[in-house]
């Protein structure tokens, strides 16, 4: 066997292996994209879910405390900022932040309701949106971990190098950027000055 023939297939075999070595690291790019689309779309339904609870929570509201008209619209104006399609996941972040301050006020204008704090239904809807809020913070925890392996590779060498053939780009994070608003709406009326929970 000729030098020639040796050096040929070396380079053969060093071609097929960084092929091979490429074509893992472009399938592990777009597993972690599939991955982060679809814990992605977990938040999305527990968003709808959140938004879906809330014109019931308004109406509830005024039927105790209809004069609380500045309250009650900026709910409602913020939950319809809020469920507009189209949004990334760092503006949806800023958008649910506003409707969770919203959330927060009205919440504490019912504390000057004893009647609508003990009335049913509104009861109800607190438990189902302390419900959903905890699964949402699970939901957004499991996200932004998935959106942190994503961008630790396509930052990384050698699967940067991948990444910016394929156009395979970092994704957005899903988190709120106001500590004061990390904070879920307070839907116990407990003790008065009860700490609320964290929602992640």
Do not use: C
């Not at 004069?67 to 104006?77: D, G």
Request: proline share 4%.
């Amino acid at each position: 066997m000729t030098g020639g023939l040796v050096v040929l297939l070396v380079v053969i075999v060093l071609l097929v292996l960084l092929v091979l070595v490429g074509v893992g690291l472009y399938n592990g790019l777009v597993r972690l994209r599939n991955v982060v689309q679809e814990s992605w779309r977990q938040i999305d339904v527990e968003l709808t879910r959140r938004h879906d609870l809330i014109p019931n929570l308004v109406e509830t509201v005024k039927g105790y405390a209809a004069h609380e008209r500045e309250t009650l619209q900026a709910v409602t104006n913020a939950r319809a900022m809020a469920a507009a399609p189209g949004s990334s996941p760092a503006q949806q972040a800023q958008q649910e932040n506003v409707l969770t301050a919203a959330l927060g006020r009205l919440f504490a204008v019912a504390e000057a309701y004893p009647d609508l704090k003990a009335n049913q239904n509104f009861l109800q809807l607190q438990r189902d949106l302390t419900d959903t809020e905890d699964r949402l913070a699970a939901s957004r925890r499991f996200y932004n971990a998935n959106v942190r392996s994503l961008n630790t590779k396509v930052e990384t060498v050698p699967s940067n190098v991948v990444a910016g053939l394929f156009h395979i780009g970092r994704a957005e994070y899903f988190e709120a950027e106001d500590l004061a608003v990390r904070v879920a709406p307070q839907v116990s009326f407990g003790a008065p000055g009860a700490a609320a929970t964290p929602s992640d």
